[in-house]
């Protein structure tokens, strides 16, 4: 007996759907195994800026920490007022800049007229 052209329509049409009914849930459960990746991720990029923070503060505290022992440093250099105050007169700027500049060349007064031209 020869099939009715409705039934092969009928079954072409139902194969149709179960395909897309399949492409659907493979879709689904695709979708659903990127929402389920994302927490690991998550978790791992927490931990990256949580190091990355941790990195941070720790630079910050050694680049402190070097700056407070290097004006320990200079504030330890003994130097004549009034060095200070040719370098300040000389190149017309203040007291604490001349002060400071001779800190760094070591209290040498030459050094610091060299520096500064």
């Not at 389920?36 to 910050?60: F, G, I, N, R, S």
Request: with cysteine; charged share 45%.
């Amino acid at each position: 007996m020869a099939a009715h052209p409705e039934d092969e329509e009928h079954e072409e049409h139902e194969e149709e759907s179960q395909d897309d009914k399949n492409r659907l849930r493979a879709e689904a459960a695709k979708a659903m195994d990127k929402m389920t990746d994302l927490v690991p991720e998550k978790e791992l990029d927490e931990a990256k800026v949580k190091k990355a923070m941790e990195d941070l503060a720790a630079a910050q505290q050694a680049s402190k920490e070097a700056h407070l022992k290097r004006e320990r440093e200079l504030a330890a250099v003994k130097i004549a007022k009034d060095d200070v105050d040719v370098i300040a007169e000389e190149f017309e700027m203040d007291k604490k800049a001349a002060e400071r500049r001779l800190r760094e060349c070591n209290g040498s007064l030459s050094d610091a007229l060299k520096s500064l031209h």
